[in-house]
């Protein structure tokens, strides 16, 4: 009986090792997946016996805080969000019962203090609480005020569901405004029946327009035909074109705002008066190919890289009817001037376009856009810090300079020659989509950076669906008045 | 050295453990525990050594390493307790010296175990009335939909746990008198052996009536523990693999019969195939028994440590006290032990206990291997093979490798009756183990 005994032996072995591969399977395998199980309340849970960090702007103010509540030996705290709904776009919120949002989400390892391992360990051993790091974000609080009282005034008027401004550093990309209106307040999310009822809420207050929301740039997208025309070489800002009125783009004809001819003119003209049948030609002259990697440059085609999460940002490009991104086989002249047919319309959000126009301050180099200034651990030693990082390299110096030159014209004796920044030059270009013509609805953009001899900001403003609105008067004064607010500083 | 010593030598890591376990327990939770809390551990340790005297006097020449591995098996089980919650560890060191009294009063009576084989019928008897006893009017006591336990005044107790050790004793009993008869072919159809009817019949009626019991009672873990340990005899005692092959096919067939009919069991089954999509009650512990593994992670949170409780605003209200109620992980200190232990301990520390389990094993079918007679050697294959099975139905349970009965984790899981018939199930087997190691001539006299 003795060999059955061992066999038996051998079996129960086997089975014990089942036991141990399914063990591991759990704790180490799929342990990440298990974790971020909808049905697991444990991290959430764990992560609210945290203090979780303050989050500040640059300018002081508190945006966010975690607030002891609950009764039992350990208590949890509770996320406040003191300034209400100024900074719902784009900070989010963290319950949970609905979970992390915006920067909330993004820098949530920094806010529980989640270190790597062996710091864990040391922490244990010297029996302290893990605490969360506060933040300090690059947002100012009074320009982002200000910036949220002028979009909700120009959304006032009826038809209009939202508007949306970015502004940034250009040397440093730090985002010093996002603003969206409507918002939100965090605070009413706390619980599952509030984020149902802002979910339903007309004109979507949790939608961030400044990130999420693709618009058709109109002509604010001739900033980057003009970058692409003049850094290619193949254009100068004195290159002459006919642009009369209307001429064939893509075998359909295209008119100038108004129907106006301008006959022979310059790049520097063409831009300074938004003429859209020069721009269509520079597009077509310049191709499909050319447009697409300069538009690639300044970001579009990917989400931004700021520190957001990714499903709370959208990428900008060439769109079809069916909402996809397209890279070919679209009407490139109409897509140079911010517009497009069925199979593919430029569209835009807010943050590309406020990219846009920092690349171009920033001698054409695009620095990647960041939300955060400082975290600073619970003693007091600052564990990270805005280091600027160049996303990309757009266009060159001389270029930049050259469009710099054409966009100052723009604000000087152009379309948006009504505005002014404090008395200093600066640097611009309007844009007015055209959504329905019937009723004369329009997109009105305004991108600028000012002032021009060093810029310290560049911005981004656009009011959706306003009827009888244009860029120089809508988007253009709120767009002045946050850049004063800032150069003020 | 002596067995004996050795077995005095194994029991300092079981000391170790259990002081270092306390300690840690009680550091990371002192502002809510009581000093006086300390000293269970200290008590189970002086139970411990006053058995391992007991053994040193009774049963010189058995196994020295079963007893130690028991022990810390035990305190691995006092300590997670002990974490979960410090009044169930008082009350489970309080069960370990009933254990370990009827443990040496056992090896006392039974120091010739061979009268078992006498009573053979009586004890199966015994065991089917133990197993029956759920499901009799005012005693019986339902858990989860299943019959497990019954209610003796204050007293819970569940008699599968005994009745597992009077079947094995039945079998290995009638096995060891029939096994030449099993074997022989009476005929052969189609390449299978037929046995004899005849003296498969009682095998038959005793296993059938002890399985039909099971499902009366509904206890899915204990009858697939039965199931396996019949198969496992019937296989030590012929040698035949086409029998366990056959078992295994009218076990399948039967479970499926069964299965689709009692919705208790097509449940568990249905949660097993798919823990996260099922609607069916208790996908819900299935699922917080996996989140608490993947939590554990390599080294485990550290005892103390890891989310067992939930806090003030997530805890429901309850009217039965922690960990009944209120606990994120349900059932943590009986059926989901092992899901604790790998939160806390991690993976090493569950592959730990896996060990522990698979050298207890070793030693109970080496023990088996030694023995002099069929009857000894069944009794031990008997007795281990259960025990490792019970352990792997458990286990399997919790870790989703087959569907959750609820057995319980022998010596480490609270509860009395499962400490109380694992001790005496112990105590055969080192009956067994000194009569087997015992020298030749102080055994009989036959000098070989």
């Known amino acids: 009986m003795n060999t059955p005994i061992v066999r038996l032996y051998a079996f129960i072995l086997l089975l014990f090792a089942t036991l141990v591969y399914f063990t591991s399977k759990w704790t180490v395998f799929d342990a990440d997946e298990l974790a971020d199980k909808d049905s697991n309340r444990r991290p959430l849970i764990e992560q609210q016996q945290i203090p979780r960090g303050t989050i500040t702007t640059s300018d002081g103010v ?57 710091a864990t360990l040391i922490d244990e051993l010297r029996d302290r609480q893990p605490e969360g790091a506060d933040i300090t974000l690059t947002l100012d609080a009074e320009a982002q005020r200000l910036a949220t009282q ?5 959304v006032t008027d009826p038809g209009s569901p939202g508007a949306a401004l970015v502004a940034i550093e250009p040397k440093t ?109 520079v597009g077509e002259e310049l191709g499909t190919e050319t447009m697409v990697k300069y538009m690639e440059r300044f970001g579009f085609y990917e989400d931004p890289e700021l520190d957001l999460p990714g499903d709370e940002m959208a990428a900008s490009g060439v769109i079809n009817e069916k909402g996809k991104l397209v890279k070919e086989d679209f009407d490139v002249g109409r897509v140079a001037i911010g517009q497009g047919g069925a199979e593919g319309q430029a569209r835009a959000t807010p943050m590309q376009m406020a990219e846009v126009a920092a690349a171009i301050a920033n001698d054409g180099t695009l620095m990647r856009p960041t939300f955060l200034q400082q975290a600073r651990d619970p003693d007091g030693r600052v564990i990270e810090e805005l280091d600027p990082e160049e996303q990309s390299k757009v266009i060159s110096k001389e270029a930049a300079d050259q469009l710099t030159q054409m966009m100052q014209k723009v604000t000087e004796e152009g379309t948006a020659a009504g505005l002014s920044v404090d008395g200093v030059s600066f640097a611009g270009k309007t844009g007015t989509a055209e959504i329905r013509l019937e009723d004369r609805t329009n997109q009105p953009w305004f991108i600028a950076f000012a002032p021009t001899d060093d810029p310290q900001i560049a911005v981004a403003a656009t009011v959706e669906r306003c009827q009888g609105c244009f860029g120089g008067d809508t988007a253009g004064p709120i767009a002045t008045a946050v850049m004063e607010n800032l150069l003020g500083k | 050295m002596r067995a004996r010593n050795r077995e005095l030598l194994a029991l300092v890591p079981v000391a170790l453990l259990v002081t270092a376990g306390f300690t840690a327990v009680f550091i ?120 497990l336990g019954i209610k003796l005044g204050p007293v819970n107790f569940q008699p599968s746990e005994l009745a597992k050790i009077c079947i094995v004793i039945f079998l290995a009993s009638y096995l060891a008198e029939n096994r030449e008869l099993l074997s022989v072919a009476a005929r052969r159809f189609l390449g299978l052996t037929i046995p004899p009817l005849k003296h498969f019949g009682p095998l038959l009626v005793v296993w059938g009536a002890a399985m039909l019991m099971l499902v009366a009672t509904r206890d899915l873990g204990s009858s697939l523990m039965f199931f396996g340990a019949f198969l496992a005899l019937l296989y030590v005692a012929t040698a035949r693999f086409s029998y366990v092959l056959v078992g295994l096919l009218m076990f399948g067939a039967g479970a499926y019969l069964l299965g689709s009919g009692i919705s208790h069991v097509s449940d568990r089954v249905e949660i097993w195939l798919d823990p996260f999509g099922s609607t069916a009650t208790g996908a819900g512990q299935v699922q917080q028994s996996l989140f608490a593994q993947a939590d554990g992670g390599l080294f485990g949170r550290g ?38 232990i790998t939160m806390e301990l991690g ?68 509860g009395g009756s499962s400490i109380v018939a694992n001790m005496i199930l112990l105590a055969l087997l080192l009956v067994v183990s000194d009569a087997a190691r015992r020298p030749r001539a102080e055994a009989g006299g036959v000098v070989s």
């Open chain 1, 62 to 118: 508190l945006i966010a805080e975690s607030v002891p509540a609950g009764r039992g030996r350990r208590p949890v705290f509770v996320r406040r969000y003191p300034q209400g709904a100024l900074f719902g776009h784009p900070v989010g919120y963290s319950f949970v019962d609905v979970g992390n949002s915006g920067i909330e989400e993004s820098e949530n390892d920094l806010l529980i203090g989640e270190e790597n391992e062996f």
């Open chain 1, 150 to 154: 002028l979009l909700q005034n120009a």
């Open chain 1, 173 to 281: 990309g730090a985002v010093r405004v996002m603003a969206s209106v409507p918002g939100y307040d965090p605070n009413e999310v706390r619980t599952d029946a509030g984020f149902e009822r802002l979910s339903t809420a007309p004109n979507s207050p949790l939608f961030s327009r400044a990130t999420q929301a693709t618009y058709p740039p109109g002509s604010t997208m001739k900033v980057v035909t003009a970058a692409a025309a003049l850094d290619s070489g193949e254009f100068e800002p004195d290159s002459v074109l006919d642009a009369s009125s209307p001429i064939d783009i893509s075998g359909v004809p295209l008119e100038n705002d108004g129907g106006r001819s301008f006959g022979q003119i310059d790049m520097t003209t063409a831009l300074t008066f938004s003429v859209n049948t020069y721009w269509a030609q």
């Open chain 2, 28 to 147: 990371t939770k002192s502002e809510q525990i009581g000093d006086l809390s300390l000293t269970y551990g200290g008590y189970f340790l002086a139970a411990c050594l006053v058995c391992h005297l007991f053994l040193r006097f009774r049963l010189p020449y058995a196994d020295p390493y079963l007893f130690p591995l028991c022990a810390l098996l035990a305190a691995i089980g006092l300590v997670v307790i002990y974490r979960i919650k410090e009044d169930l560890a008082f009350d489970q060191a309080s069960v370990f010296v009933l254990g370990l009294a009827l443990f040496c009063v056992t090896i006392v009576v039974l120091r010739d175990y061979h009268v078992l084989e006498r009573y053979r019928y009586l004890i199966a008897t015994a065991g089917i009335l133990l197993l029956l006893a759920p499901r009799l009017p005012g005693i019986g006591a339902q858990v989860n939909e299943a019959y």
């Open chain 2, 303 to 340: 005892l103390g440590e890891s989310l067992l409780r939930l806090p003030g605003p997530f805890a429901p209200d309850c009217q039965q006290p922690f960990p009944e109620c209120g606990s994120i992980l349900p059932a943590p200190h009986t059926d989901f032990i092992y899901a604790v």
């Open chain 2, 347 to 414: 993976l090493f520390g569950a592959c730990g206990v896996i060990l522990i389990y698979a050298l207890i094993a070793a030693r109970g079918f080496k023990t088996a291997v030694m023995a002099p007679d069929g009857f000894s050697k069944l009794l031990a294959a008997g007795l281990t093979a259960i025990f490792a099975l019970q352990a792997f139905v458990i286990i399997g349970g919790v870790t989703k490798v087959i569907p959750l009965t609820g057995v319980t984790l022998p010596f480490v899981s609270f």
